[in-house]
């Protein structure tokens, strides 16, 4: 996290990703595709969303906090424009928010290094939950106030502390919480449009990848040449 009035650098990180080769971008596409399913239950990606796992109060707090992690700016539309609330959302239904993806049959050690896996108790969708409250009470108790009745510069505050692991929640860790929401943040602006999600492509077209285009065939030998299409979706959705 960076100050409010520094939020240049929070997005730098996504504009990096443009110097990975466009297969390795592929492939993790690729691999997200066999992991996350399309919700029945949820209205496709685009049409106007209501929350299926999160409740108002905790809706609310995820679309604050994202609004921070990913700010609209000079270098294009932010988390909210993106729809990343919704990936959010919907992932909370799927294997993944169910934690069924990976061994989640003990012993934890949440202190290792985050290379040896999962390591608490709570699936995600479970250290939203716990988190959100935790955090209003939290801020409760030392503001007087939830998270999203708080000026900008105190949810920013509470943001940074929250990464720092200064806050002690009742339930899951306050950096364990934070690194959940980021994580799944960046996921969400990065992700395939049909995940609900990088709306528009516009995090594709931040950072200059062109999605799902089935091949290249004839640019490699133009050399240093701007390739001039825009993405696509696995659906074929064109930006």
């Known amino acids: 996290m960076t100050d409010s009035q520094d939020s240049k650098p929070r997005r730098r990180f996504l504009q990096t990703l443009a110097i990975v080769p466009a297969s390795t971008l592929a492939a993790g596409a690729a691999l997200k595709t066999t992991q996350a399913e399309t919700l029945t239950n949820a209205p496709p990606a685009g049409a106007a969303y209501t929350p299926t796992y999160f409740d108002r109060a905790e809706w609310a707090f995820i679309q604050t906090a ?12 932010g988390a909210l424009v993106a729809g990343v609330p919704e990936f959010i959302d ?11 993806l990976w061994y989640m049959q003990g012993p934890f050690h ?44 105190t949810q920013e505050q509470v943001l940074k502390d929250m990464e ?25 602006f990065l992700c395939d449009p049909q995940y609900g999600g990088n709306k528009h492509m516009v995090g594709w077209k931040m950072i200059g990848f062109t999605g799902a285009r089935g091949d290249f065939v004839g640019w490699p030998e133009k050399g240093n040449v701007k390739y001039p299409y825009g993405p696509v979706s696995i659906s074929g959705e064109k930006a």
């Open 66 to 77: 994202v609004d921070h992690l990913i700010p609209a700016d000079d270098l294009g539309p």
């Open 110 to 153: 949440p202190g290792v290094d985050p290379t040896y896996g999962w390591q608490i108790s709570l699936v995600p969708r479970e250290v939203y939950r716990h988190g959100i409250a935790d955090c209003n009470a939290y801020c409760s108790k030392q503001y007087g106030k939830n998270f999203v009745d708080l000026d900008k510069a």
């Open 164 to 188: 720092a692991g200064k806050p002690q929640f009742a339930n899951v860790a306050s950096r364990t919480f934070f690194g959940q929401l980021l994580g799944n943040t960046k996921e969400g």
């Open 90 to 100: 919907r992932q909370m239904q799927t294997p993944y928010g169910h934690g069924k």
